[in-house]
């Protein structure tokens, strides 16, 4: 008991001389109290980070690359990878080149052409372009390279290119990367990608800059902005994944057709052939209202039957209810935007992928004799309601296969479809009663729009 008292008595013995060691110890500064969180903190971060050195030194000569995305408890990981993402955006928007920039590299241009004049274009040579590229400054670097020099070299004798086709180029150049970094502040993830919800937001924010949207209620937008965003994913998202890569966004058309919108002088031809105008976003949407003949919001089958001219056969609706998302056996606006864009566009690989699977009623990643067989008959007996004289399917099914020209004679591919570029003709024989009645007549009508055009000439 004595032992156990003497300890105690020790240990605040040693306590107390601790506390009076520290109070005359010499305070710290604030600088050196800093340094010191510092050191703890990178210390602890390292450690929690997995960052300990290793015992095998050769791991230090391995580069990383793979970098853990937080996690969503993670919140304060997040707000740094998104601050941290935001200041290399805008680090970016910098190095562009901005319209004062652009001013002064066309003044200087101008100022250094090469004569003699082609026509009314100016242009310069290679000396002359390397000297504007020095004046210009460092933002303007990248593009006074021998490669592009060469790259815009056509057939001017004197060895010249185009001042104007060369301006294009870096005004192309610019808007590409203004556009690249515009889009990837809706990426979330930060991974180059768009998901549906990014895309519908960067539209929605883009509606006020474009004054051909101007007359656009805003009680529309939500439906504007899905039929906008439904193009992309359609083209840009075969195996709806749910996200498309913004790469594949400035490589296709459709950010080209979206911004054409800002020209307050778009003529009525460009507006009805731009899927992105009011005036389509208008058509498709008072399609879709009036198909809609019991006002619920979703269409039927039988409400979908009158789609177009109204001779799709029952057959091929019947396959369109199947495959497609349907909600208690009724399509929804979404799904029905991609029915559209399948059918308006037969040409494109993404729509005939789109009917292919339809077609393909045994899932076999063919049509065979038996599936072709399936969907003509329908044709078949349309021909018979109206009075018209049935085809037989022996001289259509050898028709399809001498257009087609598929590797194996027997089983068409969707390959095979695409290559043949007959697809869209092809699809419209077996789904369409009007056209496979095109298809047949196509020599009349090719016959007929001569006279008229013969007509048109005598006046």
Known sequence: RRGAVAAG??????????????????????????????????????EWKGGRKSGNTSYMNIPRFYYRLPAEDEILLQKLREESRAVFLQRKSRELLDNEELQNLWFLLDKHQ??????????????????????????????????????????DPYGRISIMQFFNYVMRKVWLHQTRIGLSLYDVAGQGYLRESDLENYILEL?????????????????????????????????????IKIQDILACSFLDDLLELRDEELSKESQETNWFSAP????????????????????????LSRYGTGTLTNIFLDRVFQECLTYDGEMDYKTYLDFVLALENRKEPAALQYIFKLLDIENKGYLNVFSLNYFFRAIQEQMKIHGQEPVSFQDVKDEIFDMVKPKDPYKISLQDLINSSQGDTVTSILIDLNGFWTYENREVLVASDNDSTADVDDT
């Open 207 to 243: 509606i006020p800059t474009l004054p051909q949207l101007d007359g656009l209620e805003k009680s529309f937008y939500s439906f504007y902005v899905c039929t906008a965003v439904r193009k992309f994913f359609f083209f840009l998202d075969p195996l709806r994944t749910g996200k």
């Open 114 to 155: 090469t004569s003699p004049l082609i026509g009314e274009e100016a242009m310069i040579n290679y000396e002359n372009f390397l000297k504007v590229g020095e004046k210009a400054g460092p933002k303007c670097k990248q593009f006074f390279t021998a490669k592009i020099f060469a790259k815009l070299l056509h057939n």
């Open 280 to 303: 389509s976003a208008l058509r498709v949407y008072g399609q879709y209202l009036n198909l809609d003949k019991d006002h619920n919001g979703m269409l039927s089958k039988e409400e």
């Open 9 to 46: 008595s020790m240990d605040w013995q040693r306590s107390l001389r601790g506390r009076l060691a520290a109070r005359r110890a010499p305070k710290k500064t604030e600088q050196e109290l800093k340094d010191e969180e510092m050191e703890l903190f990178t210390k602890y971060y390292m």
